[in-house]
Nanobody, 119 residues
């Protein structure tokens, strides 16, 4: 059974930094695509960043240059380093995983972690 557990969310002032972590278990994730999504209140979930097993990455334009996604295959962990945070980054952040290379939709999801950026 695949399980994704996010941690690292919290309250931070604008301009600050946070690091989100996603611990994956239940499979060998070494060749999976991992991603971070976020959902603002009343809006659809949106892709923040994704990383494939070969290290290729993809970022939403709104976070390019501020957020960095990375993975530690040995530890089955995906990190999202967020810096230069803005109030509009406030959202629930979700970890997602799929065995397909650059999937259109992700099959597995975590429960989410709240990130709140105060102005």
């Amino acid at each position: 059974q695949v399980q994704l557990v996010e941690s690292g969310g919290g309250l931070v002032q604008a301009g600050g930094s946070l690091r989100l972590s996603c611990a994956a278990s239940g499979r060998n994730f070494s060749r999976w695509t991992m991603a971070w999504y976020r959902q603002h209140p009343g809006k659809q979930r949106e892709l923040v960043a994704a990383i494939t097993y070969d290290g290729s990455t993809n970022y939403a334009d709104s976070v390019k240059g501020r957020f960095t996604i990375s993975s530690d295959n040995a530890k089955n962990t995906v990190l999202l380093q967020m810096s230069g945070l803005k109030p509009e980054d406030t959202a629930v952040y979700y970890c997602a995983a799929d065995p397909v290379f650059w999937p259109r939709e992700y099959r597995y999801w975590g429960q989410g972690t709240q990130v709140t950026v105060s102005s």
